[in-house]
Every structure is written in C-alpha cells, then in structure tokens.
C-alpha cells in the first residue's frame, strides 16, 4: 500500500515543475534529516534560510567543497543565525544518494556546518522548488518569502575549473548581508549552474 | 613550457572521452587563417554541451598557448541537438562534435610554429565527469595543402549558425514569445526549433509550437519560469528540411517594460535647485530671510569674513537637513520595496496616489490651509551655543521650521525622488538643499545686496498661488500616464476621488470654529471623502479603450451583397489556433491606429473564423488558392481584391488601407 501511494505521488510530481517566484511564498515542505527527525520549512518562520542542492559525486558541488567555498558561505550563515538546509534530491541509485550515515559521514569529513541535511530520494521538494542543478540555491526571510534563487556565485559559465572560486562574487553571501542591512538584493534571480539534480527519471 | 612540446601530443584519450586537435592545413606562410578543430569523440550515450548548456552542465573551454603574434577567434559552435535528462532539458552534443577556432598569424610571425591548447570539458551520462587535456599541433611553412581533416572541418562551418538572410520578428504574447521569418526554400522546411544563448529567456523543456503558413512560418515558444529581463531576443534556430539540419542566428531587440525613465537626471537637478530657490519667497520664509542676515552682520561685528563664515554654516546646516530627508527616503523606500511596493509609474496605484498629491499641493497653494502646526518665529530661536554652532543648527532649524510652508514644494520633490534610483534621490535633495541655501550664502557674503530685495507683502501670496498652476500641470501629465494603464471608466473614478480630496480639504479650510467637537465634527466627513477617494483608485492595468469596431461574421452572402454596394471590405481568414493570426491581430490588427482608419475609411470589416474548419470558409480559402491561414483580403471599390502579406506590421497595414479606394 505504501509503495502504491509512493508511486501515485511520483505520477503526481511527475507532472511538471512548480516554479517559484522572488518575494512571493517559498512553498513549504517536510523532509526527513539524516537523524531521523522531520523537518518542515514552516518551523523556521522568524528567521532566514538558506536551501542548497547539493550532490557530493557532482563535480562542480566537489569542487565548492573542495576549495571550501561552500562551508565558508555556511559559517557565514550560521554567525548570522540564518538557517541552512542541505538538500540531496538524489533518487535512489542515482550518483549523490546517501543513507543517512554516509550523509553524517561526508558533513564530518567536509567540514560542512549546515543546521539540517535533509534528504529527498523522491524529488518531492526538489521539483516544487525547480530545483535543477547542484548546487542550486535559494534564500528565504523571516517572512518566508523567496528573496534569492539561483547560483552560489558567479563562477558558473564556461572554464569554471580553471577559476579561483574564493575570488568569485557570493551571490548568496551577498544576499544574506543586504537582508540583513534591510537593503534590496542586488541580483534576485542568476543562473544555476552545474550538474543535473539526479531525479528518478 | 619548454617542456609542452615533449608531453603533449595532438590526440589525448580521457575516461569516454577522447580529444583530437585538427588543421585543415599541415603547413602555412606567415600572415595567413588557418582553420582549426577540436574533435571530441565521446563513448556511446555520453554527451558533452553547447554555449548554452541548458539547465545543467558547462561548455567546453579553450585556453591557447600561443607566441604572441598568433591569435585565436572565439569558439565557432556547431549547432546542438536537445538533450533530455528528464526531467530536465540540456543542449549539446552526442558522440562526436568539432568545436572549431580560426588562428590568425601576422607577417612576421615565426613559422614553424606549434599550435597549443589546454581545453577542459564535461563528459556527461548520467553523471557527468570533468575533463582537461592539452593538445598541440605543429605547423610547419609552406604553402597551405589540404590535410585529411579539411573535409571534416568545413562540414563541421557549415553546422555553425549563419546571419538570418530576411527578414523576422519576435513578439511577445501573453507569457510566450512568438518567432515569425520568412525563409528561402520555405516549403522544403519541416520543423523548426529555437535555442535560446541565454539562461532567463525561453523554457528549456516545454515543446515549442511550429506553423507553417505559405511563404512564413511562426515559432511559439514559452517564456522561461525564471525570468531575466534581456535587451534582446538571442539564440540559434534549427531548421530541418528532408533529414538535414542547418542553424541560423537570431537576435531580435525586446522592448523595454520601462516606461517611466525619461527623466534627465540634469534637469531634474536644475528644477530641484531652482525649487529650492523658490522656496526662499514663500510667505513664511521670505520675512525671515532679511531678519536672519542682518543677525549673521550684527553678531560678527564688521567682519565681513565673519559674516561668511556663520552664512557658509548656515548653508552646511540647510544641506545636511536635506540630506538626512534624502537619507530617510531612501530607507523608507527600500522598506517599502522589501515588503513588495513598486514606486514606479508602471503601477497604476503609485500614479494615481502621485495625481492625488499633486491635485492636493496645488489645492494648498491656492488657498489658505495650513498644514501642520502655526509657524514659529525662526528669528525667535535662539540658542545658547557657540556662534558657529547656532548658525549651523538654525540652519537645520530654518528646514524644519518653515516646513509647513515648504512641505508643497517638498511633497512634489518627493513625489519625483521616489521614482527615481536611490543616488538620483540624492542629488535631488542636495540640488534643493544648495538652492535654498544660496541666497542667504551671497547675502551673508555682501549684506549690502539686501537693500535690493523687495519688501515683503502682498506679491508673495499671490506668487504663492501662481504656484498652484505648475502642481495641476503636474497632475495632468499624470493623468495622461494613467490613461495608457486604465480604462476611461477608471480615469473618471480617480478624477472623482481628486474632487472628493478637493471638497474635504475646503471643509477643513472652512472649518474655523471656535468649538473644538465642530471641528472634530467636520474632520469627520474629510476623512471619510479621503477613505472613499483611496478606494477609488484602480489597482491593476485595465483593457484600454478602444474605438469600436464593428465586427461581421463572413459569409458569402455578405460578401456579394457589400460588393454589390462598392463598399469598401477587409476580410480576416482567423482561427484561434494560428499563432500568427494571432500575433497579427494583437500588433496591428487590433491597434487603436488600425481601428480608427477602418472606422473613418468606413471599411466594413469581415471576420471569417475557421477554428472548426468551417467548409463555407474553405471554400472561399481554395477561392484564393489557399489551404490556411492566415489570408487578409483587402476589396477595393471595384476590381479585384489586393492580398495583403502574412505578417502584418502596424505600418504595412495602414499603408494598404491609406491606398485603398
């Protein structure tokens, strides 16, 4: 019964992305973390929140986390008490699927510091965000309106291996900062960039 | 480097991929082109992308290794094909691609010479693996000869997007972008398909929908869901014929949404510092202007440079006023754009509140409502601080204090400063801010230029009131902005609330009861008219109006007989599911320009709706050699009818129907 439900509920994503817009609702969402707990969006009303997609085996993911890019955007976030979901849209044995320890695993060995990776092998999240590459992120305020969507920074584009990514320009550190000076954010909506988020097809 | 040569070779294999550079020569003279390639041979099922990659994925790079008198030419992309990761949509290339480069060498580079290259790419399955190899050719002097991969690299030019040769547009309709050409060879076309160079444009994965008309075709294609505003419409379109693909450039400017931005930010300086000049002679602060100069002469004694100096503070303080308004504006308006307002005139809502103001300021210059509390004396304030201090901060007080006199003039700056980008505001506020200063500024430096100002009287009220004119042209010029975003019925709402605020402002200004309940009483009705004119003002765009045009079904009958009468006929052959009919109606068609000259011309116009594909309606469509649509005929009084072309332009149209007799 419970796989026939999965399956309806896969027909049902299936159909087609939702798409979501800058400063209207972030559409919420519950997932379960890699210890077992649920998490929805809706609890963190009150303060931001970072999304980020993300697949370890992605090259372009691995190389954020290589040059610690991505875990010094993290810091950033987490000294400014803006919460960060880590979300892996990988759908089981697809590259990126992880159990929950090797997620646990792979935050230890990365250094990372999101509050919650959550983990969505169904996609469900992923597709109501349009979620499209790893990574893809997105930056949600206290109101839980969408303020940014896009790439981590401008590095994205053709020769991405070749560029130093510490001197590339944050575009999520810059939007936490101009939401928190109350300032309009200078770029809402880039380009995501890098590998395809591994859907079930 | 040095050792380049030794490791490097022109073929490298990497895990399913292998690269191999390619010149269409072995040998070339100083001074010439060569043609070069980078092929990618990819293992079954594994791809590697386009320019723009789609929604995931990169395209290759390629960083030359050349002495410096040879140089590279961008990458010359092949044309992609779509290639669906479900449910996602990428651009690239399956198998095998060439990626080609044009090398120019000058007179005096030093051939042989070899030609080197550090390319990295993405091989791409499932997952996608990056890749870097270096690749290097030697190129030894001679005359050019033909290599072996000459064949392969011209076939591969002519895969690379060629300048459209006609003529196309591009339209926006409705959350979709229509394409329209005419191509050579029309009939031979199948199908065509567009790519978008930009992420922000077009939607990757929806199906685009091609029509094929007699001699143009049209290409709906759906907006992206993330939309990025774009100067222009830039991609490649795939037209196949017979199995064979070939690839065209287009690159179409979009209009700009942005209506409002035809202010020069000079002269909307010059207005600001003017204003602040103007402010000097309303009645509140005319008086004091001669009052506080002679104050600045009598406390610095004969010293004319102290007189300077305490009028220069003076000015500081009048400034830094203006500024800390500017600054609060500033952070008002980001406020207000944070929880979503739009301070554009594009907003139907922000216009009509900016009408209402202006209506309101003129209103208060033309009669004797004050606004805010009774005027202070500003040469009562006195402080007990060090001169300089004093003059600094009267002259923050002049701002502060003679702002129910000023708040007008201020209301209208505000008004434009908050259409304006945050640094415009500034410089507003600083133009205003100099202006109103600068009189005390030069008075302060020769006092003796006080014998020549007028006295205060009379004059200043009625100046006052001549003010009243500019605010109503003001609110005029508005009103007209208005009606390009609502329809008549909703001007006339607005024009009623300006009437309503008008009527309460007069009881408020009548209203000088000694009872306080009266005046509380008659504040009442004010504030409801205020409420109730609020209410009034539209909130969305609205359809316009547009003269009517009497609409006739077609039928054959009709026809005859509107013949018979020589009247002058336009028949439309339409359908709801042509696109270019469609596009058609909406640019030229249905345009105000359009519909008049139909009306005054007394054209009947005839519509003959296929949608269900009618027989009557075929029958006439075989009449003119036709099998679809679009067809626009156009009966003189006499003879045969004129055939207009398939894709209408607003210019076009008028011109048949200015001709027609």
Redesign the interface.
């Known amino acids: 019964m419970r796989n026939f439900l999965i399956t309806i509920l896969f027909i049902f994503v ?1 159909t ?2 939702a ?1 979501v ?1 800058i ?1 209207s609702e972030a559409p919420n969402f519950e997932l379960t973390d890699t210890y077992g707990n649920k998490v929805s969006l809706e609890s963190f009303k009150g303060k931001k929140v970072v999304l980020e997609w993300t697949n370890h ?4 993911v691995a190389k954020h986390y290589k040059t610690k890019n991505m875990q010094s955007t993290q810091e950033l976030a987490k000294s400014q008490e803006v919460v960060w979901l880590s979300i892996i849209s990988s759908a089981p044995g ?2 990126g699927y992880v159990t929950q320890e090797e997620a646990n695993e792979l935050t230890i060995t990365r250094e990372a510091s999101p509050a919650h990776v959550l983990l969505d092998p169904t996609g469900k999240a992923g ?1 109501l965000y ?1 979620a ?2 790893t990574p893809h992120m997105y930056v949600i305020n206290e109101k839980g309106l969408l303020k940014y ?1 896009g790439a981590i920074d401008d590095a ?7 560029k130093d990514l510490l001197e590339a320009k944050n575009y999520v550190k810059n939007a936490i900062r101009e939401l928190n000076q ?3 954010i200078t770029d809402p ?1 880039t ?1 995501p ?7 079930a ?1 | 480097m040095i050792s380049t040569e030794a490791f490097s070779s022109s073929i490298v294999d990497a895990s399913d991929s292998r690269i191999e550079i390619l010149t269409e020569s072995n040998s070339m003279q100083p001074g010439d082109e060569l043609l070069v390639g980078f092929k990618f041979t990819l293992s079954s099922g594994w791809h590697t992308y386009w320019e723009n990659p789609g929604d995931a994925g990169e395209g290759a790079s390629i960083k030359w290794n050349l002495p410096s008198d040879v140089s590279a030419s961008k990458i010359l992309w092949p044309g992609p094909e779509r290639i669906p990761v479900e449910p996602l949509m990428t651009f690239g290339y399956e198998n095998e691609v060439v990626l080609l480069t044009k090398i120019y060498t000058s007179e005096t580079t030093a051939i042989p010479v070899t030609l080197n290259a550090r390319v990295s790419w993405y091989t791409c399955k499932e997952i996608c693996i990056p890749q870097e190899a270096e690749v290097s050719i030697p190129i030894n002097l001679g005359n050019k000869t033909s290599s072996a991969s000459k064949g392969l690299l011209e076939q591969t030019l002519k895969q690379v997007p060629v300048k459209f040769n006609g003529t196309y547009r591009v339209q926006k309709l409705d959350g979709s972008y229509v394409l329209q050409g005419e191509l050579e060879e029309h009939d031979q076309h199948d199908s065509i398909y567009f790519f978008p160079k930009d992420y922000g444009l077009t939607n990757y994965t929806e199906n685009q929908l091609y029509e094929k008309n007699k001699d143009t075709f049209s290409l709906q294609i759906m907006a992206s869901e993330v939309e990025i505003e774009k100067e222009s419409f830039k991609g490649v379109i795939a037209v196949k014929k017979n199995e064979e693909v070939t690839f065209i450039e287009i690159d179409y400017p979009l209009a700009s949404k942005n209506i409002s931005q035809e202010f020069n930010i000079l002269t909307l300086i010059v207005f600001a510092f003017l204003g602040g000049l103007i402010l000097n002679i309303m009645p509140c602060v005319f008086p004091i202007l001669s009052i506080k100069i002679l104050r600045f002469v009598e406390k610095s004694g004969d010293s004319t440079y102290k007189t300077l100096q305490q009028g220069l503070l003076f000015s500081v303080g009048v400034i830094v006023s203006f500024l800390t308004i500017a600054a609060l504006l500033i952070t008002l308006k980001s406020g207000g754009e944070s929880i979503g307002w739009g301070y554009q005139l594009q907003s139907p809502v922000v216009v009509s509140l900016l009408f209402y103001l202006f209506v309101v300021l003129g209103f208060i210059f033309m009669s004797n409502v004050v606004l805010g509390s009774s005027l202070a004396r500003l040469s009562s304030i006195s402080l007990n601080k060090s001169d300089s201090i004093e003059s600094f901060l009267t002259g923050v007080l002049a701002v502060i204090v003679a702002s129910p006199c000023t708040a007008p003039f201020m209301g209208s700056a505000i008004g434009f400063a908050l259409l304006q980008p945050s640094f415009y505001s500034i410089l507003i506020f600083l133009g205003l801010g100099i202006g109103f200063s600068l009189p005390y500024l030069i008075l302060s430096a020769k006092p003796s230029l006080l014998n020549f100002l007028p006295k205060p009287g009379q004059w200043m009220e009625t100046f006052k009131q001549f003010m009243a004119f500019p605010m109503w042209a003001s609110a005029l010029w508005l009103l007209w902005v208005l009606s390009n975003q609502v329809n008549n019925q909703e001007i006339i709402q607005v024009l009623v609330g300006a009437l309503m605020i008008t009527s309460g402002l007069w009881l408020i200004e009548k209203n000088n009861s000694e009872r306080n309940w009266i005046r509380w009483l008659v504040r009442l009705p004010f504030l409801l008219l205020l409420i109730f004119s609020l209410w009034l003002i539209p909130t969305s765009y609205s359809d316009l109006d547009e003269p009517k045009q009497d609409q006739l079904a077609y039928t054959p009958k009709l026809l005859e007989d509107l013949r018979k009468e020589n009247a002058l006929v336009f028949l439309n052959f339409t359908a709801d599911w042509c696109i270019t009919c469609k596009v058609n109606e909406a640019v030229a068609l249905k345009t105000s320009k359009v519909r008049k000259l139909i009306v005054d011309k007394n054209i009947t116009y005839l519509e003959a709706d296929w949608t269900r594909k009618d027989p009557i309606i075929s029958s006439a469509l075989e009449q003119y050699g036709r099998t679809g649509l679009p067809l626009y005929l156009l009966f003189p009084s006499k003879g045969d009818p004129l055939i207009l072309p398939e894709i209408l332009t607003e210019d076009i149209l008028l011109s048949y129907l200015t001709e027609v007799q």
């Open positions: 299936q087609g992305f798409f817009e400063d085996g992605c090259p372009f697809t590259q597709m349009s499209k590459t969507q994205g584009g053709r020769g991405f291996m070749f109350g300032k309009r909506v380009k960039y890098g590998c395809s988020v591994k859907y097809g």
